[in-house]
């Protein structure tokens, strides 16, 4: 056998152009027009299903900063008692944790004292700590956290952004910069941003006015330009677009080189870039979907070159143990770094004509709407006079609008839908009371609120709303009818009390009622099946006056005269899933 040289690896295969390409895969769409297999991005511009060598001169210059792709596993942990959050800090190194975050719930436990217990047993050269929440003044924590011992060569940092309190202020950060050479003072947090509907290039657009506004703060401050960058720590939500997440570190890093040359600063100290898995699409009724949602961003996070990576846990504990769920998130980051070996290769996603391509329209968009920002006055102006707002609002309408319609899928919450469990049944209240916490940050709360909402009208009454579905014509249609508008109705709680393909004739219709549906629904498959649909609803309004009667499919030509013999609705790709669960909630009693 032979080994080839990478360059000679495939020479007996021809290069195919991407205009070559193009036209083949127009000939096999057929009547499909070639737009349909262009994404249309959240972003706003289009990115084609492939790309050829031919895109090369215009890749960027994407700086690598790591020798190898080696990554901080970092792990939060909620201090609510100080000798409690060390011990579980303590007991996470086992699962491989290289970084703690403590969340402060009280400034209280910073006191020199509490930061003793807290970090009692952690070697603060070797382990880096950062910390997050309500943490007091950087007057009182930085001398404190620089007296413990060890710590002045502590790798963390400060998680939540210094409040502007006065230029003096600002300048005695200077201080802290040179005692704590290697801790982060100056972060620029984009998840809020995220959890507000932000896209990926509009957080990339964001983390470039957050760095640039705290670049000419502490410059104006007197601390020179390259020690402001050096340290600066940037967070990123990393979401479920597995391709777009894994660009967008990178198209952050080749504009960061830009934004640092721009203040005089050396291109090569690029904020260091720490990644949290979303919390936006967490389900809290489905939560071994949310293993693989952690997975896929963890992926996209170490591909794209993240210097720490934080993966959430998949569930709060009301649904699955707490110890169970810690041991599984941790187990995520085991398997991709001990079994999955994604360390072994720095940037490669380096080459990828797709990526590449992604990569720099992510970058020419993130410029441009930076551009905007900057204008309004920076970051924090354009936060004061709404500009940010109105942008976000846009996006997030859209997101929702697409998860509605379900051109979005959310496995678990707006599609395949999973029974609770018996853990579940038994904390519903909790999850309830949970969920609607959450309705402001979370994309899946309102879908698992609205089904949560049947669930429990159901135990509180001992009736779950329910349905029958009606199959009639060629199978191959109508049981695909049957299972959109089965997995339809399951995403709003509503039981399915069968599914059959009777007769069409008005004693199915007495045998259809006996098991007392709340909805009977149609699938016809016929070109016209008004005939057949106009007498079936006349016979089950008869029989049973407050039935719900609906179709499925578009509505069809003449479709007046069903509405006219009790026909409720019409249910079919496309229509807002959501808002019609909420309708047949009412009409039913639900709420």
């Given amino acids: 056998m032979t080994n080839s040289l990478p360059d000679s690896l495939f020479q007996e295969f021809p290069a195919v152009s991407r205009a070559e390409w193009k036209t083949k895969a127009t000939a096999e769409l057929k009547e499909t027009p070639y737009e349909k297999i262009v994404w249309k991005t959240p972003d706003g511009f289009e990115l084609e299903p492939w790309y050829s060598s031919e895109e090369r001169d215009s890749f960027l210059k994407v700086p690598a900063d790591k020798p190898v792709n080696s990554w901080t596993n970092c792990r939060l942990i909620s201090v609510t008692d100080p000798p409690e959050a060390n011990s579980r800090a303590m007991n996470s190194f086992v699962a491989d944790v290289s970084a703690i975050e403590f969340r402060i719930t009280d400034p209280i436990f910073c006191s020199p004292e509490n930061l003793s217990t807290l970090l009692s047993g952690i070697e603060a ?339 779950a709303p329910s349905l029958f579905i009606w199959t009639i014509g060629d199978p191959a249609i109508s049981f695909r009818q049957a299972a959109f508008c089965e997995d339809f109705f399951k995403c709003g709680g509503f039981r399915i009390e069968g599914t059959a393909s009777l007769p069409v004739e008005e004693e199915s219709c007495q045998s259809l009622l006996q098991t007392k549906p709340d909805i009977v629904v149609l699938c016809i498959a016929d070109k016209d099946p008004v005939p057949v649909a106009e007498p079936l609803c006349s016979a089950l309004r008869q029989r049973q006056p407050g039935i719900l009667v609906v179709m499925a499919g578009k509505p069809p030509l003449g479709h007046e005269k069903l509405l006219e013999a009790g026909l409720d609705s019409f249910v079919y790709t496309g229509v807002n899933v959501r808002d019609m669960l909420e309708t047949y909630q009412r009409k039913t009693g639900v709420q």
């Fill in 125 to 463: 050269t070797a382990l880096p700590v950062y910390f997050s929440g309500n943490l007091p003044p950087a007057a009182e924590l930085l001398p404190a956290l620089a007296s413990l011992p060890g710590f002045r060569g502590n790798k963390g940092g400060l998680l939540a952004s210094p409040p502007f309190v006065s230029k003096e202020a600002d300048a005695a950060y200077g201080k802290w910069v040179d005692s704590l050479p290697g801790f982060r003072l100056f972060p620029v947090d984009m998840v809020p941003y995220h959890e507000r509907g932000a896209t990926p290039a509009r957080e990339i657009a964001l983390a470039l006015a957050g760095a640039s506004d705290l670049l000419c703060r502490f410059t104006e401050a007197g601390i020179p330009a390259d020690r402001v960058a050096a340290a600066m720590e940037i967070i990123l939500p990393v979401g479920t677009s597995h391709f777009a997440e894994l660009a967008k570190p990178r198209a952050l890093r080749y504009l960061l080189g830009h934004l640092l040359n721009a203040y005089g600063a050396d291109a090569a100290l690029l904020p260091r870039l720490f990644a949290k898995t979303s919390g936006r699409t967490i389900s809290l009724l489905d939560p071994y979907t949310n293993v693989l949602r952690l997975t896929t961003e963890a992926v996209s996070a170490i591909l794209g070159g993240y210097d720490t990576l934080q993966i959430g846990t998949f569930d709060n504990g009301l649904s699955v143990e707490n110890d169970i769920t810690e041991r599984i998130t941790g187990n995520i980051h085991l398997i991709l770094r001990s079994e999955a070996a994604l360390e072994r290769v720095v940037d490669p996603a380096s080459g990828s004509n797709y990526i590449e391509t992604l990569t720099r329209k992510l970058a020419g968009s993130a410029w441009e709407t930076f551009k905007q920002i900057e204008a309004a006055g920076g970051l924090r102006a354009a936060e004061e006079t709404g500009v940010i707002s109105s942008m976000l609002a846009g996006s997030a309408a859209s997101e929702k609008k697409e998860l509605g319609n379900r051109k979005k899928t959310l496995i678990g919450v707006n599609r395949y839908p999973w029974p609770l469990t018996p853990e579940q049944e038994e904390n519903m209240t909790a999850i309830e009371t949970a969920i609607e916490a959450g309705l402001e940050k979370s994309t899946a709360a309102s879908w698992e609120l609205l089904r949560l909402k049947t669930l429990a009208h159901a135990k509180k009454s001992g009736h």
